[in-house]
C-alpha cells in the first residue's frame, strides 16, 4: 500500500452508480410485488472520473436518467473513488471512520482468521474478521485477501456505535478490488445500503431504505492531469448528458437493473401521467 501511495500520481476511470430509495408501502401510496416496501425513486449516471494526488477528485456526468418524479438538473449522484476503504479513512454521511487498512489499524482494531476458501479465479482467499478494540469511530465485519499477493479482494463493513449515523441508522459497506499493472490496487464495485426511520412530527414515522451501487472500470494511471478540473465542484454535468441516449444505455450496461428497478421506472411514470 506506501509503494502504490507513493507512485501513484493521477489515475482516471469510468463510472456508473446507482441510487435507489424504497420506503413502505403505505408512505409510498402504491404497492409493486410482494415485498412491504417499495421503489419510489431511482438516480443513474454514467461518469468519468479524474484523480491527483494526494486528495482531489473530479467526476463529469456524462449520461444520466432517473425516474419521472425527478428532476433531470436533481440527477447529480457519482460515488467515485473518493469512498475507498483501502484508505487510511472513509467518510459517510459526514463521519470519518478509520479503515482495516489505516496505518495503525492493528491499534484500533482485533484480527482473527474466519477460514480460507478458493474464489472462483482458483485463488486461496483469506477471510479476516475485525472487530473496534476502543471507542474510535470504526467498523465491524470482515476483510477478504488474496493470500498469494496480499492484496484485498472485498471488505464487507457495519459502523460501530461510535459513528453517529442521522435517524439512527443502519448501514452497510462492501466494496470489491481489483489490481491493475500489477501494481494499483484499485476500487471496482461499491455497495451501500441503509435503513433507518424518520419521525414526523412524532405522528409518523416513514421507514426509509437506500441503496448505492457503483461499478468503476477501465483505469489509466500516471497520465498528465489539467489542474483545472479539479478548480470546478467535485461533480460537474457535461453536456452530452441532456439528451438521454438509449443506444448508449443499452451497449454500455455494466450492471443491468433488477426485475423490480425496471418495473419502478414504469410504475412511477405512469402514476405521475395518471395522478388519479
Known sequence: KQKQHDSLDTYHYMLYTKFVARTDTLTAGRS????????IVIFESYSQGWF????????????????ANVQPQTNLVAFGTNINAYDDYVTILGEEIATPFHKDALDFYDFSIEREYRN?????????AL??????????????IDKTKLIPVSVHLQPNKAV?????????????????????????????????EADILWVLSPRLDIQ????????????????????Q????????????????????????????????????????ENPD
Do not use: C
Open 120 to 128: 472462483e479465479a482458483g485463488s486461496t482467499i483469506v477471510r479476516i
Open 52 to 67: 491527483a494526488a494526494p486528495d482531489k477528485y473530479f467526476n463529469e456526468i456524462t449520461q444520466r436518467r432517473q425516474s
Open 164 to 196: 453517529q449515523l442521522p435517524f439512527e441508522a443502519a448501514l452497510w459497506y462492501t466494496q470489491l478490488f481489483e489490481q491493475f499493472d500489477n501494481k494499483f490496487v484499485m476500487p471496482t464495485g461499491l455497495r451501500i445500503e441503509s435503513s433507518m
Open 233 to 272: 465542484r467535485r461533480v460537474e454535468v457535461s453536456e452530452t448528458a441532456a439528451i438521454l441516449d438509449t443506444s448508449f444505455w443499452y451497449n454500455n450496461t455494466v450492471l443491468p437493473l433488477r426485475p423490480e428497478e425496471q418495473q419502478a421506472y414504469t410504475d412511477i411514470r405512469n402514476l405521475k
Open 32 to 39: 409493486s410485488g410482494n415485498s412491504d416496501t417499495t421503489i
Open 131 to 144: 472487530h473496534p478494540n476502543g471507542n474510535r469511530k470504526l467498523f465491524i465485519g470482515t476483510i477478504d
Open 212 to 231: 448505492v451501487e457503483t461499478v468503476a472500470y477501465d483505469y489509466t494511471f500516471n497520465m498528465p492531469v489539467d489542474n483545472e478540473l479539479f478548480e
